[in-house]
C-alpha cells in the first residue's frame, strides 16, 4: 500500500544515499571501528603492561609522570602539574604515543604482508591470456594485414 503522502526527495539525497552504500564506504566504515577497537588494545598494552615493566627494569619510573617542567611549579604528577599552570614536556605521554605507533606500523605492516601474499590487497597478479583470447588475437591480425594495401618492397 503506498502512503497517502508523497515526500519529495531532493536529488543530493538520492546521491548521497548512493554514495553511502557503495561497498568501499561501507569497508571504510568497517577499518575505521575495527581501528578504533585496535587502537585501545594497543593503548592498553602499552600503558598496562609494557610501561610499567620497562619502568621496573629502569628502577620504578614511572612513564606516565616522566615530565621535564618549563617555567611554574613542579607538582607530585603531571595532571597537578598542568593545572597549577606550569608549561611541561610530557615525555613520558610522548614516549608511549611512539611506543602506539610503533606497535600499530608493526600490526599493519604483518597485516599487508599477509593479505598480498593471499592476493587480497597490494599488486595484481598478471593474468595471462587464455587459449581462446590468442586466437581471437591471431584472427584480429590476420584480418587487419588482409585489408591493409599491399606495399612495393624496396
Known sequence: MQSPISLHQPQWVKDFRAFLMRGNVIDLAVGVVIGA???AVVASLVED?????????????DFANLFVVLSGERRPTLAATREGGAAVLALGVFLNAVIKFAIVGFAVFWLVKVLSRLGVAGEKKEVKPSAEQLLLAEIRDELRAAREPLTPRS
Request: proline share 6%; no cysteine; net charge neutral.
Open 49 to 61: 603492561l609494557f610501561n610499567p615493566l620497562l619502568g621496573l627494569l629502569l628502577g620504578g619510573i
Open 37 to 39: 577497537a585496535f587502537t
